[in-house]
C-alpha cells in the first residue's frame, strides 16, 4: 500500500513529504514534528500491533490522518478521547474502495430480501494474501455488521483464507438445495485503496473529528 500511495500520489500532483517504514518506527518514535514539518495530513497503513500509538502520536502533533489498517476498532474510545483533546481529525475505514463501499450496501439489501427464506443458508468467504495479518479482514467483519443490520436472525459465519498474493476477494453466498446466489467484489490491485485513501485525505484537510469512509461517500444518507 505505501508504494502504490507514493505513485498515485506524485501522480495527482501532490508532495510527498516524507515515508516512515516500521522498522525505523518502533513505538511511534519516528513520528515527530521536525519530520513531519509541512504535512497537512498523514496516511497510516501499517499493523494492528502498531497502528494506535501512530494515531495517538499524529492527533497530539495536530496531523489529520486518514487510517486503513484494521484490527484495532476497540480502542476507538480512548482515541476519540484524544481526538477532542487536541483538537485532531482521523478518518478510518477497513477498505477505502469506492467498489467495496458499493458492494456492502448491495449486501445489505440483499439480506433483507432473503431475511425471510430460512431455506437459504447464508456465509462469507474472504481471501487475501499470504501476508495479511488479521483473520478475518476488517472488511468481512463489516460486511457480517451490514448484514445482520437486515436480518439479525442469521449468524452470517465467515471463513478466511491467506494464501497467493491476492489483493482481496469477499463473497456473500446464499446457498439452498437446489440454488446458490452470490455476491462478490474482487479487487484487481491495491490502486482502488490507494485511490480512496487520497481522496479522503483531500477531504479530510482542515476538519476536526473522527470520520468513516462510509461518511464521507454517503453522509448520513442509510
Same mark, same amino acid.
Given at each position: 500500500?505505501?508504494?502504490?500511495? $507514493?505513485?498515485?500520489?506524485k501522480?495527482q500532483?501532490?508532495t510527498?513529504q516524507?515515508?516512515?517504514?516500521g522498522?525505523e518506527?518502533r513505538?511511534g518514535?519516528?513520528?515527530?514534528a $521536525?519530520r513531519?514539518a509541512g504535512?497537512?495530513v498523514a496516511?497510516e497503513?501499517?499493523r494492528?500491533t502498531?497502528v494506535?500509538?501512530?494515531l495517538?502520536?499524529l492527533?497530539a502533533l ?9 484490527g ?6 480512548r ?8 483538537g485532531g481529525?482521523?478518518l478510518?475505514s477497513?477498505n +477505502?474502495?469506492?467498489?467495496v463501499?458499493? /458492494?456492502l @450496501?448491495?449486501?445489505r ?5 432473503f431475511a425471510d ?6 456465509f ?9 495479518v488479521?483473520?478475518p479482514?476488517g472488511?468481512?467483519?463489516r ?8 436480518d439479525?436472525?442469521?449468524? /452470517?459465519?465467515i471463513?478466511s483464507i @491467506?494464501?497467493?498474493a491476492?489483493p ?7 446457498d439452498?438445495a437446489?440454488?446458490t446466489?452470490?455476491l462478490?467484489h474482487?479487487?484487481r490491485?491495491r490502486?482502488a +485503496?490507494?485511490a480512496?485513501a ?6 479530510l484537510?482542515g476538519? @476536526?473529528?473522527?470520520?468513516?469512509f462510509?461518511?464521507?461517500?454517503f453522509?448520513?444518507?442509510?
Amino acid at each position: 500500500m505505501g508504494r502504490a500511495l $507514493e505513485a498515485l500520489a506524485k501522480e495527482q500532483s501532490h508532495t510527498v513529504q516524507t515515508i516512515i517504514t516500521g522498522a525505523e518506527n518502533r513505538q511511534g518514535q519516528a513520528i515527530t514534528a $521536525e519530520r513531519l514539518a509541512g504535512a497537512e495530513v498523514a496516511v497510516e497503513f501499517t499493523r494492528p500491533t502498531t497502528v494506535v500509538e501512530n494515531l495517538h502520536r499524529l492527533v497530539a502533533l495536530g496531523i489529520p490522518t486518514v487510517t486503513g489498517t484494521t484490527g484495532w476498532i476497540e480502542h476507538l474510545p480512548r482515541l476519540e478521547q484524544s481526538v477532542q483533546k487536541h483538537g485532531g481529525a482521523i478518518l478510518y475505514s477497513p477498505n +477505502f474502495s469506492v467498489g467495496v463501499q458499493l /458492494f456492502l @450496501r448491495a449486501a445489505r439489501d440483499l439480506s433483507r430480501r432473503f431475511a425471510d427464506h430460512p431455506e437459504f443458508d447464508g456465509f462469507i468467504v474472504e481471501h487475501h494474501h499470504l501476508a495479511k495479518v488479521d483473520a478475518p479482514s476488517g472488511t468481512a467483519v463489516r460486511l457480517r455488521e451490514k448484514l445482520r443490520e437486515a436480518d439479525p436472525s442469521r449468524e /452470517f459465519p465467515i471463513t478466511s483464507i @491467506r494464501a497467493g498474493a491476492v489483493p482481496g476477494i469477499h463473497t456473500l453466498t446464499y446457498d439452498s438445495a437446489h440454488e446458490t446466489v452470490r455476491l462478490e467484489h474482487a479487487s484487481r490491485s491495491r490502486q482502488a +485503496f490507494a485511490a480512496g485513501a487520497l481522496a479522503a485525505a483531500q477531504w479530510l484537510r482542515g476538519k @476536526r473529528g473522527i470520520y468513516t469512509f462510509e461518511g464521507m461517500l454517503f453522509g448520513s444518507e442509510p
